[in-house]
C-alpha cells in the first residue's frame, strides 16, 4: 500500500503539481492506513516472564513437573523453564551466579544459602518425610537394632562401614548424620560417609559398593524392585518427624521484581499437588516427562506415588519447627556458622494468599 501511494505521489510531481501538497496528503494518507492496519491485526500479548527453575530428580519435586507438564506456567503468562541437578548444594552455586531464579530442591542448603547472605526464601513446601535409610543386603540380613548390626557388620568386615549421601550441607548428609548420631545412636568408628550425587548414591546402592545409603523416591522403589534384599532401616518419620522435604524457594531479586508471578508460582503448586493426589495417571505422566524419560516403567512409578516415603504437602508453615532443628544441626556439624531466627528462611504471605477462602 505505501509504494503504491509513494506512486502517486512521484506521478503528480513529475506533473508540476506542489511536492509539499502531495507530501502532506500522503503523510495523512499513510497515518490513516497504519492506523486501519494495526486496527485490523489481532494484538500481541507480552512475552512469557522467564521462570529459571532447577530441580533434584525425586518425586518431591513432582509439583513442578506438574505445572510443566500440564502448561499451566503459559496458561498464566510465565515460562517455567526445568533444568536438572544431582544435589541441593550444585543448585546453590547456580543461584549464586544468577543462573536461576528458583530453587526446588531440599531446605537445608537454603539454610546454609541465607547464613551466606544469599537472598532466597522458601515460599512453599512441597513434601515432608521423604528421605529414608536403606541398608545393603548384608547389612539389611544382620541381627540387632541399626546400632547394633552397623557396630556386628564393621566388626566382621573389619572396616567401618560405607553409607552413601549427598554432600555437606544437603538434606540428606545432615539427617543421615541426624539418624546415625543423635537417633540410632551408632559409634562414628564404625561408619563412613560417602558423599556424592543422586544418581550415583543409586547406582552405588545397587552396585553393592556401599553398604547403605539415604535416599528418596523413586530411587527407593527402583532399588527394592531391583533387589528385594534391600531394607529399609528408617523412614522419615523415625529419622524426624514431619521432616522437611523439598520446598519451594525464590531469590529475592525474582520475587521483586516479578511478585503477580511468585504469587502464581504458589498458587499452581498448591493445584498441582491436589492433582497429585487426586488424579495418578496425570501425576505418572507429568513425573515420567520429568524424570522418568522412558526409562522408568510406568508401575513402577505409580508404586513409588504410593509410597510411604513420600508425603505431599504444601503449607511451609508446618516445616518451621522442623528447620529449626535442621538448622541447630547444622551449626552443630559445622555447615551453619550460627543459627538465623527461622521466620527470617520463609516468606509464608504467598501460600497463605493462595489458599486464603479455601
Not at 17 to 37: G, H, K, N, Q
Not at 262 to 277: D, F, G, R, S, Y
Request: no cysteine.
Amino acid at each position: 500500500m505505501h509504494k503504491l501511494l509513494l506512486h502517486g505521489v512521484t506521478a503528480g510531481i513529475n506533473k508540476g503539481a506542489d511536492p509539499m501538497s502531495f507530501l502532506r496528503r500522503f503523510a495523512i494518507i499513510a497515518t490513516a492506513a497504519t492506523a486501519l492496519t494495526s486496527f485490523a491485526l489481532p494484538s500481541q500479548a507480552a512475552d512469557p516472564v522467564v521462570v529459571r527453575a532447577g530441580y533434584i530428580p525425586v518425586l518431591g519435586a513432582a509439583a513442578a513437573f506438574v505445572i510443566d507438564n500440564q502448561g499451566w506456567d503459559k496458561e498464566n503468562g510465565f515460562d517455567l523453564q526445568l533444568k536438572q541437578f544431582d544435589s541441593g548444594p550444585n543448585m546453590i552455586q547456580a543461584v549464586v551466579s544468577g543462573t536461576l531464579d528458583v530453587y526446588v530442591a531440599g531446605i537445608a542448603p537454603v539454610i546454609v544459602a541465607r547464613g551466606k547472605g544469599i537472598g532466597l526464601k522458601v515460599v512453599a513446601a512441597t513434601a515432608v518425610e521423604e528421605l529414608v535409610v536403606a541398608a545393603a543386603p548384608e547389612l539389611a540380613k544382620t541381627p540387632g537394632t541399626p546400632a547394633e548390626a552397623i557396630a556386628a557388620l564393621s566388626k566382621k568386615l573389619g572396616r567401618p562401614l560405607k553409607l552413601a549421601t549427598q554432600p555437606a550441607g544437603s538434606v540428606p548428609n545432615t539427617m543421615l548424620q541426624y539418624w546415625l548420631w543423635e537417633v540410632a545412636k551408632v559409634d562414628k568408628a564404625h561408619v563412613e560417609l560417602v558423599p556424592q550425587g543422586i544418581d550415583a548414591t543409586q547406582q552405588a546402592l545397587l552396585a553393592g559398593a556401599v553398604d547403605g545409603a539415604i535416599i528418596r523416591e523413586p530411587a527407593l522403589t527402583i532399588i527394592t524392585e531391583r533387589n528385594p534384599a534391600v531394607k529399609v532401616l528408617a523412614y522419615g518419620g523415625d529419622i524426624l518427624k514431619n521432616q522437611p522435604g523439598n520446598v519451594i524457594a525464590l531469590t529475592d531479586d525474582f520475587a521483586a521484581k516479578h511478585p503477580e508471578v511468585a504469587q502464581k508460582l504458589v498458587e499452581l503448586t498448591v493445584k498441582a499437588t491436589e492433582l497429585l493426589k487426586s488424579d495418578r495417571k496425570l501425576a505418572i505422566e507429568a513425573v515420567e516427562s520429568a524424570i522418568g524419560k522412558g526409562l522408568i516403567p510406568g508401575p513402577i512409578l505409580d508404586k513409588a506415588l504410593s509410597s510411604k516415603a513420600v508425603q505431599f504437602a504444601t503449607d511451609p508453615g508446618a516445616i518451621v519447627e522442623q528447620t529449626a532443628t535442621v538448622q541447630d544441626y547444622q551449626v552443630k556439624l559445622g555447615t551453619v556458622k550460627e543459627a538465623l531466627p527461622v521466620a527470617d528462611i520463609f516468606d509464608q504471605s504467598y501460600y497463605k494468599k493462595a489458599v486464603a477462602g479455601k
